[in-house]
């Protein structure tokens, strides 16, 4: 029997991050250029019904049974024998490859998710709507971090531009006007259940100040909207660099990743800002897509370890 395939892509916070967990709105959009591979193999001659599970760019070589009742990969697996009301499953093999990198606010751990939870329900003849999927996704993002707002989930799910509000249905952003972005990424991890826990630290010291910070950022990420709307690029770019302004206040950014802002801006971008988690992880830069590989070129110079351009889609 072949094996059969999912997919997932990479993700990244165009504006709101932090904010969104709050209870703001953050516009995300999906990254194809990078995604997650989960391939399932049966294994008709097991009679033990062993489930396999490979994933060799972390050196993953187990079986389901033996992973604790906790972990994403159980967690997975229970949610989706449980939506299709399956207790038993057949011997497979399951093989995760990535090229999403880890830890680096693109959204690795949903994406894995995402496209184990796909590859799960196809192999098993009934493949889940992204409802489910997103949902699944969000149940095993809270052992990344404790509390997720589901934003990563939902946009890696739907693999569409989302505006999104914690608790909220999700709306999809009409696109009149084909956007590219450059993303660069630091090369300093950055540990998202860490930094949202030590902000929640500090809003809890002072929580005025910091609500009035999510409240601007509330602003932003509805101007971003409308801009987006209407293809005003120049707006949205500007909307960017504050966004950025607002998560140096939240001590969210590092000297690098305001370096890289800056190195993005001076080559030419519209608007640049640190995207996810922050404390390291990527900047992105709204650009116009012919001063795309010179400002790619400029953040590597910069110190940036990686670059991805990517364009985001007329929807
Ligand atoms: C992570 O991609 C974005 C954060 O706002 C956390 C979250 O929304 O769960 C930092």
Request: charged letters at 20%; a neutral charge.
């Amino acid at each position: 029997m072949p094996a059969i395939y999912a997919y997932a892509p990479g993700k990244v916070i165009l504006t709101g991050e932090h904010a969104v967990v709050y209870g703001r709105p953050a516009i995300a959009v999906p990254v194809h250029e990078v995604r997650v591979r989960a391939a399932i193999q049966a294994n008709p001659t097991d009679s033990k019904g062993t489930v396999h599970i490979l994933a060799p760019d972390i050196s993953l070589d187990t079986v389901l049974n033996d992973m604790p009742a906790d972990h994403p990969m159980s967690i997975i697996f229970r949610e989706v024998q449980k939506e299709l009301g399956i207790e038993h499953l057949p011997a497979l093999t399951l093989t995760v490859t990535s090229t999403i990198p880890i830890a680096a606010g693109l959204g690795s751990g949903a994406a894995i998710s995402v496209a184990i939870s796909r590859v799960l329900s196809s192999f098993l003849g009934a493949p889940l709507p992204e409802e489910s999927i997103s949902r699944i996704a969000f149940e095993t993002d809270h052992f990344y971090h404790g509390t997720p707002s589901g934003i990563d989930n939902t946009v890696i799910s739907y693999g569409r531009m989302v505006f999104f509000i914690r608790g909220k249905p999700i709306e999809m952003l009409a696109n009149p006007l084909a956007f590219t972005l450059v993303i660069a990424d630091s090369g300093k991890k950055s540990l998202t259940g860490k930094v949202v826990h030590d902000l929640r630290t500090r809003v809890e010291i002072d929580p005025a100040r910091y609500q009035a910070i999510f409240d601007r950022s509330e602003i932003i990420s509805r101007s971003a909207r409308e801009a987006i709307e209407q293809g005003d690029h120049t707006r949205l770019g500007t909307l960017l660099s504050d966004n950025h302004f607002l998560l140096q206040q939240l001590a969210v950014s590092t000297a690098h990743l305001d370096l890289l802002v800056k190195t993005a801006m001076e080559a030419g971008a519209l608007g640049a800002k640190l995207s996810g988690a922050g404390c390291g992880g990527n900047i992105i830069a709204l650009v116009d897509a012919n001063s795309a590989k010179s400002i790619a070129s400029a953040l590597r110079s910069a110190g940036a370890v990686n670059t991805i351009i990517t364009t985001v889609p007329r929807s």
